[in-house]
């Protein structure tokens, strides 16, 4: 079993930056393509970024593409986000994701993922 734990986030103000961070404890999180995913109110949980645990590929949805990184560090089994020039609509519940599979490949869906962290909001203030 995988527990992943969320830090970072809060209120900033637009052109901010924030770094999220996402502690994995349990298993080592070493072979599992991991991905950042938000949700705002009444909206659907919708993709951010994801990496692959074989040469750490990343892949970002298009409205972060340019602002924001996700990184990884193995030895220390946590996963990143770094947002940069933050915007309004950037504002929401940030969620990690650990995926349970061998099989390496970009998951920009949430039902490709099968462990997540508890969320954490990030508000964005003009």
């Known amino acids: 079993q995988v527990q992943l734990v969320q830090s970072g986030g809060g209120l900033v103000q637009a052109g901010d930056s924030l770094r999220l961070s996402c502690a994995a404890s349990?298993?080592?999180?070493?072979?599992?393509?991991m991905g950042w995913f938000r949700q705002a109110p009444g909206k659907e949980r919708e993709f951010v970024a994801a990496i692959t645990w074989v040469g750490g590929n990343t892949l970002y949805a298009d409205s972060v593409k340019g602002r924001f990184t996700i990184s990884r560090s193995n030895a220390q089994y946590t996963l990143y986000l770094l947002m940069d020039s933050l915007k309004p609509e950037d504002t929401a519940k940030y969620y990690c994701?650990?995926?349970?599979?061998?099989?390496?490949?970009?998951?920009?869906?949430?039902?490709?993922?099968?462990?997540w962290g508890q969320g954490t909001q990030v508000t964005v203030s003009s």
């Open positions: 994701a650990a995926a349970d599979s061998t099989i390496v490949k970009f998951r920009t869906t949430p039902g490709e993922y099968r462990y």
């Open positions: 349990g298993r080592t999180l070493n072979n599992n393509d």
